[in-house]
């Protein structure tokens, strides 16, 4: 279904942003039988999760994974004529662009099944119930009008101005990093978050000499203590070059070329690439929310109450039909919770009387970071971080916590042993779940059961009375003591 370029007539409900959340809620909306349009700027539906993002991401782990199993497997477990993995990076990039390029299709066809009119454009908030639409391929602009009005257009990866760090443009982002032609022989990813340590991760196991370039003392600074500081000296014991309390002031070369990048210590790094992953950013520019006086935080997220509502500020009509979701309004920025709270919305708004008050609580999201280098282990966590619960609860939290090493890991070298930490975080005398923080092998399969039993608000008791499969990591959780 080619994008439509020109007025179909008044809508119920129009979508601004062709990424998860905005699909997800024009599909919803579509399903209850409303007349929906949806407008994406991009050439390609399925924003950053499946052009830059969730999909491409995990789809180089695997392949990091492959490289690890494979010398696992004539290393540990004594496999005869496995070679050594060599990764064509050129030759893997256009097998995995078809396969977005295949799920981009897929999205299409899947607005065509549920009639939802999708306009290629960038789109511009005219009234309290009209959108302007500039066409892609240089048409005249025309304006489509609807009753109600979700703007679901996302983020980009923040990148520092020259201004700031000289020769900052000379570097990528995280969207560079899968426009990527070949393999970086030497990379300096800057970066604390998962982002930063999820690419770095796949880039040193599959051979780039890797730097990591942070301003303190661990990774994943917003996580849980015992998931920083496990993680943090294992990969520097696997051969990624942590820099800690490290800042960069300049960046000199050529794009393509080498680069010297200079630390605020005095020191050089020469790599082949920069790669920086220090956060994002709302895509808010052009839309017309400053004009309509919608509120935006001093991040430049939209400010939206708990059932998705943009507010306004003081002294502007305070308009009851516009909406936002996904990562525009700032709030747990994962592909499910822009789903989840996409397809409420339309719940809530076109759905039977049951769905009234639907909406997404942004409590208790689970989320993991897949990390693979050299045994690299995968994170999952759900709920309060120690420092969170005790400063809700003080001396109420109880810790229950366990290391170990998976059985896999029984049958390889000893320095290559991944760690596995679970801890299990509870209040009260009831010894309520509030939170679930583990590391290691399979962490991130594991954690979607037990995130169910936490928003369900299970106790200690419930976990010690589950029978444990055997031989899991899992088990652990239901065998705390």
């Not at 982002?195 to 370039?213: C, D, Y």
Request: with cysteine; net charge negative; aromatic share 8%.
């Amino acid at each position: 279904m080619a994008p439509l370029n020109k007025l179909q007539g008044k809508y119920d409900y129009i979508c601004i942003g062709g990424g998860s959340g905005g699909v997800a809620s024009s599909r919803r909306a579509a399903s209850y039988g409303k007349k929906v349009a949806l407008i994406e700027s991009s050439p390609n539906l399925g924003g950053t999760c499946v052009n830059v993002g969730c999909v491409p991401k995990k789809i180089m782990w695997h392949a990091a994974d492959l490289a690890d199993r494979l010398r696992h497997a004539s290393n540990g477990y004594h496999f005869e004529n496995v070679p050594p993995p060599q990764f064509n990076w050129a030759s893997f990039k256009p097998q995995r662009d078809a396969y977005i390029r295949r799920l981009n299709g897929i999205y299409e066809k899947n607005l065509e099944k549920e009639k939802v009119d999708y306009y290629g454009g960038s789109a511009r908030i005219v009234s309290s119930n009209e959108v302007q639409i500039t066409p892609s391929d240089g048409g005249e602009p025309y304006v489509i009008a609807g009753d109600y009005i979700t703007i679901a257009t996302g983020g980009r990866p923040t990148i520092p101005s020259d201004d700031e760090i000289p020769g900052a443009s000379l570097g990528i982002d995280s969207d560079g990093f899968f426009e990527l032609e070949d393999q970086p022989k030497r990379v300096a990813v800057v970066g604390a978050g998962y982002i930063a340590v999820e690419l770095a991760g796949v880039l040193h196991t599959l051979g780039s000499e890797t730097h990591v370039l942070i301003r303190r003392e661990h990774v994943l600074r917003t996580f849980d203590p015992i998931l920083q500081e496990t993680l943090t000296p294992w990969m520097e014991h696997t051969g990624i070059n942590i820099h800690k309390n490290t800042l960069v002031n300049k960046v000199e070369g050529e794009k393509g070329s080498e680069l010297t990048v200079h630390l605020n210590d005095g020191t050089q790094l020469k790599v082949d690439c920069v790669l920086w992953a220090i956060g994002r950013h709302a895509n808010t520019e052009g839309l017309g929310l400053e004009e309509l006086g919608i509120q935006l935080d001093k991040r430049g997220d939209v400010v939206v109450d708990e059932f998705q509502k943009a507010l306004f500020v003081e002294g502007k009509p305070q308009l009851e039909n516009i909406f936002a979701v996904g990562d525009i309004q700032g709030k747990a920025l994962l592909t499910p919770v822009a789903i989840a709270a996409g397809r409420r919305l339309s719940n809530r708004l076109f759905g039977p009387e049951k769905f009234k008050n639907d909406k997404l609580s942004y409590e208790n999201i689970p989320t993991v970071v897949f990390f693979r280098t050299y045994s690299h282990p995968t994170i999952g966590t759900v709920g309060l971080t120690e420092p969170e619960a005790r400063q809700k609860y003080g001396s109420a939290v109880k810790i229950y916590k366990s290391s170990f090493r998976s059985l896999y890991f029984s049958q390889i070298e000893e320095e290559h042993k991944e760690p596995t930490v679970y801890k299990l975080i509870v209040v009260g005398e009831e010894e309520r779940v509030v939170g679930v923080h583990i590391i290691g092998q399979g962490s991130d399969e594991v954690l979607q059961g037990f995130a169910v039993a936490v928003k369900m608000g299970a106790r200690k008791e419930d976990l010690d009375d589950t029978v444990a499969i055997h031989p899991t990591s899992a088990e652990e959780l239901v065998t705390l003591r």
